[in-house]
């Protein structure tokens, strides 16, 4: 199948256009869409740029969701707002707390569909792992959410709604008066990689990510920015050019028939298709190096030969390599490599010049790890033997 093929085309996302009565949602919307939205609301035409900036900043910078707090709109102003707009995020469902500090927040969104989100806190950091779709269409054999079918796209509302949750939570919003610096942020980094594909819903993605990195909102780096695709080779250039994160590939194989059974978007662009573009991919360079998430599944790819294989493979590439310790979930037809065999895989990978950290294993014990997010409300369990069926194994 050929580029040209819309790849888009059976997925549905919610339309930005609200139902005849309902209030305008002003979360997710572009910064040109919000002036229009205000003017709509009844905001003279040349005020529409300056408003929607004072209450782009009230939104994001500093977490304000009542228009009666907006204290540099005047009055009237105000209770017109309240009249025909909301500020409107994801409602938090559960929210649970690892050991290890690691918090899981099940979101229902519109529809009354639920996606996961999770908080990844760390010595130096906080990471968010959010989600871009409501289930998965790529039924990766080894991810729990691949398990689901895919339900729907999520609107860029719901996408940048989970990062407002997420500080809500944190209590991460700035005091009136007290400096918030981003190196004193809980939540200080975002990894597109929980429920979905990213690139398979890419302008809700690049809009909710452009409002993250708004200097004049929630202001965080493109560079603390990475999305993760396993792989939709025609949208991987565009995401350098319209987004400018970082960018990861879920590799986890290095031939395409071990590939074609774990991530099977791999017989559509098989393994040379996918180095090609990652070879191209315009931000690649030694400060910005491209992620290769590989997951290690006990007699299945994590042998000395895909080691050596792997580093053949992305020759010419500025990489490093994350090894990930399969996280195991009911019904999977997987085991964890041992800890010896993923030490010799990464001395291998080590050898060779690239770097390759073992990720740590966080929120196990609420199923929050990689590849371990689901829905309940969109998925009966499947058996362990339809998942090795449905993955030729």
């Known amino acids: 199948m050929t580029a040209k093929t819309p790849i888009t085309q059976d997925l549905v996302t919610i339309p930005r256009k609200e139902k005849k009565g309902e209030k305008t949602n002003l979360v997710g919307l572009t910064r040109g869409a919000l002036q229009e939205a205000l003017i709509a609301a009844g905001i003279p035409e040349r005020q529409g740029k300056m408003r929607a900036g004072q209450v782009w900043q009230w939104m994001y910078q500093k977490g304000v969701r009542s228009f009666d707090q907006m204290t540099n709109l005047g009055k009237e102003l105000r209770v017109r707002l309240a009249e025909t707009c909301e500020i409107r995020v994801p409602e938090v469902v559960t929210r649970q707390i690892s050991e290890d500090g690691t918090r899981k927040y099940l979101v229902r969104i519109a529809g009354g569909h639920e996606v996961e989100v999770v908080y990844i806190p760390e010595e130096n950091r906080g990471t ?21 079918k895919l339900v729907r796209n999520l609107t860029a509302a719901e996408i940048i709604g989970q990062v407002m949750i997420a500080r809500d939570d944190l209590g991460e919003w700035p005091k009136p008066g007290v400096p918030n610096p981003p190196e004193a942020r809980l939540l200080s980094n975002i ?48 995401t350098a050019q319209e987004i400018g994160c970082l960018l990861a590939v879920s590799f986890h194989a290095t031939t395409d028939e071990i590939r074609d059974k774990l991530v099977p978007i791999n017989k559509r662009w098989n393994l040379e298709t996918l180095l090609a573009a990652l ?4 931000k690649a360079s030694n400060s910005e190096r491209i992620t290769f998430e590989y997951v290690m599944l006990k007699g299945v ?42 030490r010799a895989f990464g001395d291998i990978v080590n050898a060779a010049g690239y770097a390759s950290p073992v990720r740590k294993p966080r929120g196990e014990d609420i199923m929050a790890a990689c590849g371990q997010l689901r829905s309940e409300t969109e998925r009966a369990r499947k058996s362990r033997a339809q998942i090795a069926k449905e993955a030729g194994i």
Not at 130 to 145: A, E, N, R
Not at 279 to 282: G, H, I, K, S, T
Not at 323 to 334: A, D, K, Q, R, T
């Open 191 to 238: 990894v597109l990689m929980g429920m979905g594909e990213p690139l398979y819903n890419f302008e809700n993605v690049r809009d909710a990510m452009k409002i993250a990195m708004d200097p004049e909102g929630i202001s965080l780096s493109r560079r603390r920015i990475t999305l993760s695709t396993s792989g939709v080779v025609p949208e991987i250039a565009r």
């Open 301 to 342: 790819n994590d042998s000395d030969e895909d080691a050596h294989r792997l580093v053949q493979l992305i020759k010419g590439i500025p990489a490093k390599i994350n090894l990930i310790p399969f996280n195991e979930w009911p019904g999977s037809p997987y085991e964890r490599s041992s800890n010896n065999r993923i």
């Open 128 to 148: 968010l792992c959010i989600s871009s779709q409501v289930g998965c269409t790529l039924t990766c054999s080894f991810c729990h959410t691949g398990t689901q």
């Open 279 to 282: 070879r191209a991919y315009p």
